[in-house]
């Protein structure tokens, strides 16, 4: 994903930056309500935590923020993998970037909600984040599979996802509960439901991760 380093650093400087507050939560903390996946809480580990909100689309600009976040710290202080932990949690516009290359394929996704490929000049055909093209240079191997298999955490809204399977239900013309199934079965590997947005970036900071608006 090509990359405008000015652009990147300006949109960097405006986002909102808000410090963590002291965990209330212990993350250990067990769910009266086993409906929802809250395992991943036990994966925020390490000295150095952040969540990273993303509620807009911005061609997968929150997953590049907190990529870059882990290798600026390595670069900066020497930091191992191990001891950072990045939640990304995708909602709002963001929820599009949970789905994988055949969804948005399927149900035409770029063109459906105005996400247009500034490169080329026209609709999006796959999710931008959901894989890097081959020949890629590592440092730009950005993208959610990779993300997760590095240990970081990937959260999607509910709510948000709402959106997707009314999608799935208009154009299959199947009840709700069926173009749900087929809505989760689109999912990128690893990506975790959470009841909303809010409740994934306030759980997280619950957990010590800092927070950034990524936007």
């Known amino acids: 994903m090509p990359i405008n380093r000015r652009d990147f650093l300006g949109s960097f400087g405006a986002a909102s930056i808000v410090a963590a507050v002291p965990p209330t939560l212990h993350a250990s903390s ?33 997953l590049f923020r907190a990529v870059v976040w882990t290798q600026h710290y390595k670069e900066v202080y020497g930091t191992a ?50 894989s890097t093209p081959a020949g890629t240079p590592a440092e730009f191997q950005i993208n959610i599979p ?38 989760r079965e689109h999912l990128l590997p690893g990506v975790i439901l959470q009841p909303s947005g809010v409740f994934a970036a306030l759980r997280a900071q619950d957990a010590g991760c800092h927070y950034i608006l990524t936007g």
């Open 30 to 62: 067990a769910p009266i309500n086993e409906t929802w996946d809250t395992t991943w809480v036990e994966r925020v580990r390490g000295k150095y935590r952040a969540v990273f909100d993303s509620p807009g689309f911005s061609d997968g600009a929150g």
């Open 146 to 183: 990779k993300f997760i298999s590095d240990g970081h955490i990937v959260l999607a809204c509910n709510l948000a996802f709402a959106a997707v399977i009314d999608v799935v239900k208009k154009e299959e013309k199947v009840e709700r509960e069926e173009a749900e199934k087929t809505a």
């Open 81 to 130: 993998p191990g001891e950072m932990s990045a939640v990304l949690v995708v909602r709002h516009q963001g929820i599009w970037l949970a789905m994988n290359d055949e969804f948005w394929k399927k149900y035409t996704i770029g063109r459906r909600q105005k996400f247009k490929d500034s490169e080329k000049k026209q609709w999006y055909d796959h999710n931008p984040i959901a």
